[in-house]
């Protein structure tokens, strides 16, 4: 681990103006992620901004309905919090599929959506990977890579790496929308479905976040109601990135929302592909996963997709 400075923010506003003074600086609270991205190199931030005495680590009910998830509340508590778990359930769901109980007991919201992928290649600083190295090549697409784990869908030539987070996948499908600060005091809301960026010619750049911009919260929308679920298929029963993961919102008109995590760089979810619900799974994944462009070894991720949105689907009607 290479060397850096240390400061503890006392304020988001102060944060911010730290980090804005800094282009090489860093928001660091659970820090499951970004520590051990430092201490392979991946990660060499020169200054560290400890934000866990900012507050936001409340969850409060909005005036419309909906939640107010401070960036910094832990994915333990939120997902065991009583109306995250009465009105959200996919939330609860997914939280608790992802990681492990120690790991939980210190990640927090933020720090989950920024979480950067867990590509074999991008962690192996022997390999190319533009993600990682911008213009070195993705060793993913090479002949013989191995790609089980990596995108189907919204990926480029220059990158098929995934996004990682379980989270993330149920706050898409609930219409979460991320409340930020950056250090001259400006606010802005940034809708979950705009907040990440497709690998394009660019895939080191994976949020709209500008240098030193703070997450200070997710708000949800008022509640769906309806069946919520959330199944992730995985190689190991636990502590494994999703081959494929489905969040499903279904109503009792057979109506309902759909994303899937595992396929691609973001919590992949179409609303035309929604409306295909009443015609069943192959419906809604053939047009959720139209454009798809796998590779050999990770084809078989649309037939899982399929699968596993059938069984839910037959769950969800009894």
């Known amino acids: ?3 850096f400075s240390y400061d503890r923010a006392t304020s988001p506003a102060e944060a911010a103006s730290m980090a804005a003074g800094n282009p090489a600086a860093k928001f660091i609270a659970g820090g499951t992620n970004l520590l051990d991205l430092m201490k392979l190199e991946i990660e060499a ?35 065991a919090d009583e109306r995250v778990r009465r009105d959200y359930g996919v939330l609860t769901r997914a939280l608790v599929a992802g990681a492990s109980g120690q790991l939980r007991n210190k990640a927090t919201t933020a720090g989950n959506l920024l ?80 907040f990440y960026a497709l690998p394009g010619d660019t895939p080191e750049v994976e949020t709209i976040l500008e240098p030193g911009e703070l997450i200070t919260a997710v708000t949800l929308p008022a509640p769906l109601g309806g069946v919520q679920m959330y199944h992730k298929v995985r190689d190991r029963a636990s502590y494994a990135f999703a081959l494929v993961s489905v969040a499903l919102v279904l109503q009792d ?38 454009g798809a462009n796998p590779t050999e070894e990770n084809a078989f991720k649309i037939t899982l997709a399929e699968r596993t949105l059938a069984a839910m689907l037959a769950e969800a009607r009894g």
Request: with cysteine; glycine share 10%; charged share 20%.
């Open 253 to 290: 008109d057979g109506t309902g929302r759909v994303a899937l995590g595992g396929v691609a760089p973001q919590p992949w979810r179409m609303t035309e592909a929604e409306a295909e619900l009443p015609n069943g799974a192959a419906a809604v994944i053939t047009r959720l996963l139209d």
């Open 1 to 3: 681990m290479r060397s």
């Open 45 to 79: 931030p020169q200054h560290l901004i400890d934000v866990n005495g900012i507050g936001l680590d409340q969850i409060e009910e909005t005036d419309d309905g909906g939640l107010r998830i401070g960036a910094l509340v832990r994915n333990t508590d939120l997902a």
């Open 115 to 194: 979480q950067r992928t867990r590509c074999p290649y991008f962690y192996d600083t022997n390999m190319a990977c533009n993600k990682r190295a911008p213009g070195s090549g993705c060793t993913a697409l090479m002949e013989g890579a191995f790609s089980k784990q990596l995108g189907i869908i919204g990926t480029s030539d220059n990158c098929i790496a995934t996004h990682p987070s379980d989270m993330a996948i149920a706050l898409r499908l609930l219409d979460a929308v991320v409340e930020t600060t950056n250090g001259s005091g400006a606010t802005r809301e940034i809708p979950l479905e705009d």
